[in-house]
Every structure is written in structure tokens, then in C-alpha cells.
């Protein structure tokens, strides 16, 4: 994933008292979520790849266990040996750093190790953690304390990605497979715009518990008095269609109308027309569009054009941060939320040296920031400062949009 | 699979007496042959599809499922309700008259139908088949027999793919699975040329026992007088190799060289060199390179390259049809042996109307024959008359080549 | 271009007396040719590459002037300078012993030299040319005489080229350019099928006159008996699309299927239908279509699926010689004719060695034969054993068909 | 191109009084400039497009008459012909709401009209407009000076394009054509960093003279202490490659390592080694590289990468402005300086209603902001608060880059 955000569940900063204590609870909780979203699938369904963006759920496990393994029981434990020294190869995603890695469009093909082997790495790495945080004393813990917040909160990332990754495989499956038949995209509670007065705010992280390096220094930013409206609903993105939103290139960007014309799409992604009635490929299988719903699986595009429909902006990245903080609400648990601010580095930002330094910088530039959190985000993984960012053609994430308007 | 062949053990026409018995055996024994060669896969290995031209095990089972139920059950057994329509969607091929089909390079996305499930499918339809088998009076089953050839013949057709699908699969996994511990490929004889002295012969498929349509009509030919070779080895393909074989352009057809230059390819399919020495993936993993077996998993292009570095040339169909009707050896159970005649019809041919009639004519360009049969071939399916054709880049198959000269 | 043929006109073996006055009259006379099919053109004109099929007007000017220096004045004049030595680069096309060559499909990016310096490119090499045939003596006359003659027979080629390749330029251009406003295809003579008996024959060249090597050896070939019929004409093919040809797969090989549909084809090339009335853009512009003429300007896709809906065969290229040898009319000077024959190479087949030998033998895949010539082909060029080749979804060349039917 | 600025020069609003003499002179002054451009080229040069991001001169001479003919003679003039009724189709590039247009990548396909045909246009709307400025009464000048303006402006943005495609397509002839003997880059006056204290500024387009919609409204930001730097030099660049810069994944956004990959990038754009030695492909031609000069046809991908060599940053857009407006001296007339700024909407931005305002606003995303002007730069275009934008692979315009230190 190109990194996103973590919590405060797992914060090892927000520990009151015991670091083993915080630690062992953490990493059991962190590591037993990602084994509960994946308990639904069968090994064929932890295999698929249905894109070069998306990796298997398999590989999603293998990773994030290669991630402990690597930065934590190869540097910290003495005579460790690999559980399969051939993982590294396979597992590492982007760290160039780490050394050379299996060509990511191709993870989808990688049936041996198996699902069962993928199981047994994990609770090979798990047991070793577990001796590791047991006997460590307090300076190595103290010292490695870091590390492990940072893999705990890599591996919800990757938590997210299993549920957006698994449902774009469903989704090219026509017999419309069922993750979770009782899945729901959680109701907004809606309401008016915010008003944020002008004026210099700080944004960014302070500095307590966990964050991302992407997300300091903490710095103060100049706003333009602006009202920070709702998430936009299914209903209003119909009007929106009806209309000939997709249709009228006056309305889009020049690079998102060539989106839209080569890959043909008329709705957001997932939606499906049958018999004149408008459904959506969710994690409960096809589902009826429900208008009061915020709409999800829009890209920025088609984001930015419905701004430009409405005569409206999208937010910056620095406005969301202000009015959320200010009590904007919806901002967490449904879906992400679009920013017209392209991801790059706040004044003064500099990478963390080494391999988990790449972990970030490398992608800032033709991403846009996201903020908040969505669905299929775990608890306690969202936070204020977290910035979130895809390319502006994908939609496969859970995400929607607000509307700004400047005062006049 | 572009179409290809066909058998003795399982020829309605070679029965002794009974009907009926003989489509229950060879039904049974064809069905049976198809899940002993995927015994030693995982429901994961079953899935994957490493490119294009590949189907996963799992299709291979439920297509050629399908084609019974399609072409037999459906029309043929009152009242028969198919396992699950949506199937037909699924596991069409490519029968334009059958329907609409799903998009054969998404074939490796569908877990479901899981593999259980297919076995459950396999298991009903063979049931129906049963009854159908047990109960046809002798009318019927005088009516059914030539389907129920060609479906079996089509099902050992996917018996070879599945095996070079399979490899290929396994040949993009860095961990180099293994198949069949034991597998390995027959040792050719050998010999000298065999000389085929100029006249007019009759080839083609006369009539008796199974063929596929594109064998036929039988036909008379000229053909010159001609010495034909044996199995060209690995030890003489690492010459060619050392030779720079792969590095000179005057060597090879120009889309050849085009291919080579944009593959990167400086020695068969599958090879690897490892430290000075040459090893090649196979059914059985990594195995070092036997100079004495037959060179195989070499394209046209390069079958081609080689027979101008040698002064020669590779045989025509007609040339090859002709030695082997005079004894040639090693024509069967090695490698496919490619013939320089581009696959096309027979003077006369017609293909067989309706959607059966599909199955071989609509390929005729483009694609090369290819004579004999291969150590993949199922036992019984190989004959005489047999026309194989692929792609000339295509090397994926248990493809070789012999050489011929003709007399001055 | 893929090679085709020539011709008795500028024949060296065809000469009654004196070499001397032949080589000079025929060099004269081929040379001049070319510069009258350019002359309708601009310099822009003379640039433009709209396909990496074609090449440039000014490219082909230039390119058969290089043949003439690199093969004859370079390696016989003493002393003799290149025009310039950066031309070889440029102007070589596909003779990879002749040294390395500029990226065809960048062509149209060459302004420099300009077309006023190609001119003088060429009135250089024609006086050299012209000194070396007044001074040789005739020892050096004789072996001098046979590269003459492939030199010419090679600019002649590269003159139906210009023209072909300026059409597909000119249906580029919105404005419907015209290259010569009375250009009109030959009207055929049409009439009955012509029979061909069965039994051996001779076909390839007899070694009289000129030819190029893949039209040898002249060796036997077995013909069934067949009957071989017309030019099919524009209103037999608007029969074929208004029963929905273009649109039943069924109708269709499987990769010319793919190619109607990637490509969007409902019509012969350059069709175009204005207010329900079909034209054609041609050397004259845009021009109604004529019922009665020869159909041009299709693939051998689309003869193929028009063969299959007469029900009906091409001819391969043994029969089409057998037939023209024996009286079948309209065989040369209208359009270029499909085969079902594949183009390889005839028995006992060696391509002479040396950069000369380069030009057929390596394009001896994926392509099929045409027979006869066209209107662009230039007077004399033609010949009864000339063997033209393209692949099967080309059809900016003057190219049209015939069917054949088998005695029964 | 992406649209960009404009100048004093031509600038209606700053005329002193005479606003019809302004007009006409300013019309004047710029349509020459032009034709001064397109002087060295033959009309073969004219004709070519090296990628799709390049457009013909021809082209550019006249779209820039067509914007003329479309917005000022077809509105203003009652009884205005067009010259070509098909010139709209040809010459209009992107404004959607002026109906539809020629595909852009097959430009340089249009021999005709030709090079003298486009000339005419040229005289023939000239002496259109020349009429219009004369006889319009003041009401009406007051009215279509603002679309003068624009147009005067947009074809000066065109006479930079013009340079930096001619010199593309120049750059791909083996022959190294030189447009004028005598260009070169003017050397830069280099000095330390300049230091901008902290605290709010106001930057963008006050409504003063001519600017683009994209350099409003003029708005307060906030700026942090940062001290910037001179043009970077090809020495400095030099370094970088010695260093090993172009091999290091790690100095590299990760889409920025994947276009050095995919094109083999090895130093800047037209640079080339011969004998040890660089030179650089110029209007000149090639030329030996100056180290003394300003690095010049970088990326933005190779201009970040090497800020992360130096440990440095890429200035803001805010931060360069306000930088220049305190006296940084080198920021026009050398190379554009790529920002690390995405090309957005500035607060409360909102495109111009009709067809002019599809011009800058429709670009907004996967684009950065260069500052500055450049040697190819018409004299008296460059502005304080101009936008350029490029993709982040593209280098082949003037660019260059200096870098900021954020103070501790
Ligand atoms: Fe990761
Ligand atoms: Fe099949
Ligand atoms: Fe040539
Ligand atoms: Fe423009």
C-alpha cells in the first residue's frame, strides 16, 4: 500500500504504565484481526489478484509477518533463523532497501508456499515475538518499542487493503460472490456545513503517540474563511448521473475525461444497472443502491467533477484537518475522503533514514490526499493528521467526497 | 486449446462388439485419467492461470465437464436441469454458437465455484452420463456414440494442457515447485535419416476410427524425394547455442528475431543457466540438462533457426505423415515435433456444421502444424493423422523438432 | 515491403543483342518512372509515414538509389565516394548484413536531407550509374548485369509502394487529398469459372529471365481437380455485408474475428459511408463505390469469411499459377489476389547467400501469398510465378480475390 | 500546449493611451515574432511531430490564426467567411466547446493544406483583423481588447512551443539539423541562496495587465523561513551522474525510478556521450556541454531526485514568487524552474465561463508548476506570477531548477 495512517489502540505512546504489557496486548490484537478478515475465504479466495494495484490476501499475511521478521527478529534476536529464507524474496514489497523483490503483478500466481504454509509463518513469527517481548529487557523494549508500532500499524494498512482487494476480485467474479452478508457501509449523520474562519491554525502531528513521518513536522498553515459541507450521497450522486454528469466533458478534467471515455464508466465502480434499477457489488454481494448512503468508489475524477457540477471545491487536505478538529462530523468509519491537495512533503519533512524511511517519501508526487478513515479501516487506526493518498483514477478504495465553498 | 487429437483406446470405432460397454469404459477411463492428473495439485495450484494462453486446472475439469452436459445431457436427457446455469457463462471456451462466454484471460480470478465444487459438478454430470449410458436404448446410443468420442477426445486434449499449463504456472514461482518427483522425458532411439523416396502418397484420415474433422479429407500428395532425421538433442541444441546461435540475425525468420529481441531469449523454454551450467524446469523441478534427451519447449522461430544453422530444413505435414507411415521412430511419446507447413485446410475440407464445427477450422492461419504427440499426450490419443498447431512464438508446449534434406 | 517480383520490360536475360543498350535503356526507364509517380506530391506529401507499414515517398526515393550505391558503385567503381555517408543509415531498410539502419517507424521525422537533396542524391547516382554503364568492359557488363537487373526490379517494387503507401497518407487527412484526379481501377472481364483438371503440373521460375529466388525451384506439383472463378466484384461484397458479414462471427477465423473487432471494420479499407451511399477514398479522392468493379482494399481476413459465406474456397497459389498458365483472365493489373497458400518456401528452396539473399526467405512466416499484380504495379513487373506476400490483416495494398470450388 | 503567461509587451492594459494603436501594433509585433520563428524551417520541417506532445509548426502558425478567425472575426465581423471551413476541425486543439477537432497525435500526418496554404490563412485573417482594428468604433475595441489580449498571448505561448518541438523533432535525425547556428543559453549570474523571512505574503495576479485566469485571485499565504538558491549548473549535474545519481533507487520518487527504467535515462534530455565526452543536442545542434551553464532539459522527476542528493528541497510556487519579487535574480530568460508545487486552483479560483476558460483550469491535476520564463520565451511574455505547467516526466522544454533550505 502506498502508506496511509495508524491508532491509538496500538499506540505504544499512549501506554499508561507497562511497555511488555502494552506490546503483548497490542501485537495479539493487531495480528488476531488480520486472521478474523480473512477467516471468510477459502485458499483459492486468499490467492486472486485481480489487478496489479491489489495483492492476494495470502500475500497481505505473508508481508506483514516478513515486516516483523525482518525488522525485528533477524536485528533482534540472536541465531534467529528464517522460517523460509526464500520469503524475503517474495514478501518484500518496496523496500528497495531490503533487497530484490517478486514482481508485483505476479503475486497472484504464487500457489507454493501455501495458504496452510502462510499460517504456519505467521504462528512461527508469532511465537518468536512472543519469546522476543517476553524476554527482552526494558532497554531493548524500549528501543524496539518503535519498531513494533510502526509494524502494527503497517499491518492494519494492509488490513484495509485485504477487504478493497478482495472485494475488486469478487467484483470479476459474474456469480457475485458474498464476503460478509451482512456488511454495511455505516449511515452520515449528515447535516449543514461547517464554518472555518480565516486565520493560521498548526496542522500536522505534535509528536504524541504514533504517527507517520509523512504526516510531521507539525507546522502552522494560513486559511481562507471556508463552509466544509456533508459527505455527498448516493441520491445526490443519481442527480449527478442524471444530469449527464458523465457525459459532459466541460465538466472534468482533461486527464479524467480520457479516464472515463477509455475505461467507459457511466457510474461510480461496482455500480451495476439491471432493468433500469441502479445496485452495488459490496462485500454482501450485490445490494441495492441506498440514496441516504455516502457515495463510495468514486475516484478523483469523478470527485472533481462533481465539485465542478455543484460549483463547489473539494477541500484542501489543511481545511478538512482544521474543520475536523473543530468537530466536523463523518469524518471517520465510512469512507475516506477526497482532498484536492496533491500529496507531498510538509515544510521541513525529511524521511526517517533507512528501509522504513521509504516508506512514504518515495510516492509524493501525481497522488492526491485523502483524510479521515473508512469502513474497512480497523479501529483505532484513524487519527486527525493521517494522509491517506491514491492515484486520481483509483476507485477500488472505499472512498467519497465533501464539498467547500470560499466565503464571499 | 487450439484443437489438436485423438485415440485408439478410446475409438467407438475400434470397439469389438458392444456399444454400450465400450462408451462406459472409455468414459470412465477418460474421466478417471483427467483427476489422477491433478491429484497432486492444492486447490490454489488448481486456480492459477500464468498468462493468457493458460487455463487453470479447475477449468480444464469443469470445461470439458461442461462440454458433456452441453452437448449431451442437455439435449438428450428429458427433463435434465444443469448443475448450475451459470456455468455455460463460466466454462465456454470458445463455441461462438454456444454463447456468451467469460473473458479468457480472467480465468484465474474465479474461486468460485470453488474446486470442491467442481469436483461436485464432475461427480454429477458423470452420474447423468451413467444413467444416460445405462438407460439409451440402442438407437440413442448409436446417435450419441460420435459425441461422446469427440467429447472424450476433446477431454484428453485438456489432459495434455493441463500439464503444460500447469508447468508453466510453476516456472513463474521462484521456489520451483515440483509436480512429480519421478517425472522425466523418454529417451528418443535416435537413428539415422530415413529416406522417403518421391511419388504420389494418399494421407489423411481414411475413414476408420476417430479423427477430427481437419484430418480429413484423405488425400492424395506429391512428394519429393526427402531424407527425414531424428530428434534433434540438447547436446546438439547447446552447439547451436555456442554456436551464437541466438545472437545472429541471418539465422532467423525476422519476426523471429523480433521475438527474440523483445523476449530476451538465449536458449529454450524453461532453461536456466546456474553457474556455468545449464538446468531446465520440468514436471520434476529444476533438473540439470540431459545432452542426450530431446530438445524440447522450442518454438517455431527457433526450430526454424535451427534448421538454417544446419543447412536444412524442417518437414512439411506431408513429408512427416509419409516417414512415419514407413516407420520413422520417435514420432509418438517424446515431443511434438514442428512441422514448417502452416496450418490450413485439407483440399476439400469442410467443417462439420453446427457448434462442434467450430472446433478446428476457425484457426486455420497463422499457426504451424505440428506432428506426433508428446510425453503429456494421454495414452491412446495419439495417431498417424494427428494435426497439432500453435502460434510459432508459442514454447510452452512439449515441442521439438526433426530436420530433413533433400536428395540432389 | 515484404518482396514481390518482376517483369520482362527491364529483363537483362530477355535482351536480344546488346547488354550495353539494354542496361542503360531499362536503368533510364525505371528511374524515370519513379520520379513520374512522385511528381504529383509536395515535399510535405513526399514526408508524411502514416503507418510503420509505409515509409515516405522521399524514403523510397532515396532507399532504391542507396541499392544502386551499395551495391553497385561502392563494390565497382574505383575511387567511388558515397553522396553521403550518413545515407546508408538512413536509407537502408531491412539488409542487416548492409550494416545498421535508422528505426523504421521514425521515417517521417527525417526532413533532413530534404527532398531537393534527395534529388540530387539521385541525379548523383545516376550519373555514376551512367559512367560506370558507358565505361565497364563486358566482362564486368555480364556481372554487373544480374544486380542491375534486381536493383530495378526492386525500384519497382518500391514504386507500388509509393503509391499505396501515399493513399493510406491521404485517407488520414480530413480534406480527402487527391494524388491524380483520373485515376480509375481497370474494369475486369469477369465471366465463368474456369476448370482446372486434376494431375501434375510445373510451377516456380523456369530460369528464363529474371525472377526472384522464392519463385524457384520450378518444380511439381499435384492439382485436384478445381474450377477457379472471377474477380469478385464491389456488389457481390455489399451482398456480403448486407447479410450481416461483417457481423457473424461465425463467418470468421478466429484472429480476423479479433481484428474486425479491435479495428471496428464494417467495410473494405478506405469505405466510408456518407448519407447511406458508400464511397471510397482512392488515388482520385473520395469516390462512389462502383458495383461492378473489383473489389479492393481487403484482408485476407475478410476474403476468408467472404470464401466461407459463398461456401466456397481461395485458391492456393499452385492453382492459381495453373489456372493463369491455362487462360484465366483478369489475373494481372486490376488487384493483387488472395491465396490460401501461406508463404514459404518451395521444395529445395536456398536463399542466396549474401545481403541480397536477406530479401525473401526471411519473411517465410505468418504471411500468405498473393498472385497476379495490380493497377499500381508498374508495366512489365508482373509475372506468372511472382509471389507477393502480406499478412493477413493488411489492406492498404491494391488487394482483392477470386474463389474456387472442387469437383465433387 | 498546457497553457501558460504573458507580458507587458502586448499587454492592453498597459498602454498609455491610444488603445486602437496598441492593438494594431501589438498584433502586429506578435504574429511577426512567428513568422520569425518558422523562418529557418523548410516546409518538410514544418511538417513534423516527433511525439504526441509536439505539434507542427505549420500547426502551431495556424491554430494560432485560427483562435483569431474563431473568436474575434466569426463573432465580430458581420459576413466573415471562414478561409476553410474545415480549418476549424484541423486547427482546434482542446477547447471542447468549439466543437470537434483533429486527433492530436496525427498532426504531423496533414500535408495539406500546405505550408503555403497555411501562409495565406495567415495573410488573409491578418488582413481581417487589420480591417477590424481599423474601422471598429471605440465601444468595440473596448469590448475585444481583452480577447486580442488572450490571443496575443496564447500564440506567444505557441512561439515558445514551436522552438522546443522543432528541436524534439530535430533531436531524432541521425543528422543533428541546427535551427540557428548562433543560439545558445544565456549563462546564469548564479550567487548565494536569498534568503525569505517568514511570515504572510501576497501573492498572485492583482489584476493589473494581462494575466491568465490560473495567476488569480491574488491571495495571502503564509510562508516559513527558507533560504533559495541559484540555477543549478551542469557542473553541479555532472556531479550528480559521477555520484551515481541516475542508479540509486533510493534519490528517486518511485514513479520517477520507473521512468528512468522504462526510457534508460542517463543524464538529461538530448545529452550524449561521444568519446568520453557530453554534448547536448541544441537549436545549434550538438554542442559540448558548458558546465558554467544552467542544467537544462531536466524532469521534474530528475530535478527532485537530485534535490534529495543534496539533501535540499524544490521551492514552493509561494515560495519562489515571493523570492523573486525580493530580488532573485536568474528567474526569467534561462530555463523554466520546476516547483514542487501540483499545478491547483489558487482559493476561491473560478474558470472563465465559455470556451477560453476551458484553457488552464481543465489541467489541473498530475501536472507541477515551473516558474520563471525561459531563453525560448517571447520577449515581454514573462510575469511575476506566471504559471507554467508539465507533466513530471516531460523535459523537453527549457527547463531547470534551483533549490530551498527551510531555516533551522
Ligand atoms: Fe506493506
Ligand atoms: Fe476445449
Ligand atoms: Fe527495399
Ligand atoms: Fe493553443
Known amino acids: 500500500m502506498p502508506a496511509a495512517s495508524t491508532s491509538t489502540a496500538v499506540s505504544a505512546t499512549g501506554r499508561g504504565g507497562n511497555l511488555r504489557d502494552w506490546a503483548r496486548a497490542a501485537y495479539a490484537a493487531v495480528r488476531e484481526e488480520t486472521e478474523r478478515r480473512v477467516a471468510p475465504l477459502s485458499d483459492e479466495d486468499q490467492l486472486i489478484q485481480s489487478m496489479a494495484d491489489a495483492s492476494p490476501a495470502k500475500w497481505h499475511r505473508a508481508h506483514t509477518t516478513w515486516f516483523f521478521e525482518q525488522f525485528l527478529l533477524v536485528p533482534q534476536v540472536p541465531g534467529y533463523e528464517p522460517f523460509d529464507e526464500r520469503f524475503a524474496f517474495l514478501f518484500n514489497s518496496y523496500y528497495v532497501s531490503a533487497g530484490p523483490?517478486?514482481?508485483?503483478?505476479?503475486?497472484?500466481?504464487?500457489?507454493?508456499?501455501?495458504?496452510?504454509?502462510?499460517?504456519?509463518?505467521?504462528?512461527?513469527?508469532?511465537?518468536?515475538?512472543?519469546?522476543?517481548?517476553?524476554?527482552?529487557?526494558?532497554?531493548?523494549?524500549?528501543?524496539?518499542?518503535?519498531?513494533?508500532?510502526?509494524?502494527?500499524?503497517?499491518?492494519?494498512?494492509h488490513q484495509e487493503l485485504m477487504l478493497t482487494d478482495i472485494l475488486h476480485g469478487f467484483a470479476h467474479?459474474?456469480?457475485?460472490?458474498?464476503?460478509?452478508?451482512?456488511?454495511?457501509?455505516?449511515?452520515?449523520?449528515?447535516?449543514?456545513?461547517?464554518?472555518?474562519?480565516?486565520?493560521?491554525?498548526?496542522?500536522?502531528?505534535?509528536?504524541?503517540?504514533?504517527?507517520?513521518?509523512?504526516?510531521?513536522?507539525?507546522?502552522q498553515v494560513l486559511i481562507h474563511p471556508v463552509a466544509i459541507g456533508p459527505l455527498i450521497t448516493n441520491g445526490e450522486w443519481l442527480a449527478f448521473m442524471q444530469a449527464g454528469g458523465y457525459r459532459d466533458p466541460l465538466l472534468w478534467l482533461s486527464d479524467g475525461w480520457a479516464t472515463v471515455q477509455r475505461e467507459g464508466w457511466d457510474a461510480p465502480g461496482y455500480w451495476r444497472q439491471?432493468?433500469?434499477?441502479w445496485f452495488q457489488m459490496t462485500l454482501a454481494g450485490m445490494q441495492p443502491i441506498d440514496p441516504a448512503a455516502a457515495v463510495c468508489h468514486v475516484s478523483y475524477y469523478e470527485a472533481d467533477a462533481y465539485a465542478r457540477f455543484a460549483g463547489k471545491d473539494l477541500p484542501t487536505e489543511q481545511e478538512w484537518e482544521v474543520a475536523v478538529a473543530g468537530g466536523l462530523p463523518d469524518a471517520f468509519g465510512i469512507v475516506w475522503q477526497w482532498t484536492r491537495s496533491a500529496y507531498g512533503a510538509y515544510p521541513g519533512y525529511r524521511p526517517v533514514p533507512g528501509a522504513l524511511g521509504e516508506y512514504n517519501g518515495k510516492f509524493m508526487v501525481n497522488q492526491l490526499v485523502l483524510r479521515g478513515s473508512s469502513v474497512a479501516t480497523p479501529d483505532g487506526h484513524e487519527r486527525l493528521t493521517y494522509r491517506n493518498f491514491f492515484y486520481p483514477h483509483h476507485r477500488w478504495q472505499f472512498t467519497g467526497l465533501r464539498l467547500t465553498e470560499y466565503a464571499r
Open 101 to 157: 523483490r517478486h514482481e508485483r503483478p505476479r503475486r497472484g500466481l504464487i500457489t507454493r508456499p501455501t495458504v496452510a504454509e502462510v499460517g504456519r509463518y505467521r504462528a512461527h513469527v508469532d511465537a518468536a515475538m512472543a519469546r522476543l517481548l517476553a524476554e527482552a529487557d526494558e532497554a531493548t523494549l524500549d528501543a524496539i518499542a518503535p519498531v513494533i508500532e510502526i509494524g502494527l500499524n503497517h499491518e492494519q494498512q
Open 173 to 219: 467474479n459474474p456469480t457475485d460472490p458474498v464476503y460478509a452478508a451482512a456488511w454495511r457501509l455505516p449511515a452520515p449523520v449528515g447535516g449543514d456545513a461547517v464554518k472555518v474562519p480565516g486565520g493560521i491554525y498548526r496542522i500536522g502531528h505534535e509528536g504524541q503517540g504514533f504517527s507517520f513521518d509523512n504526516e510531521a513536522p507539525n507546522h
Open 274 to 277: 439491471v432493468d433500469g434499477r
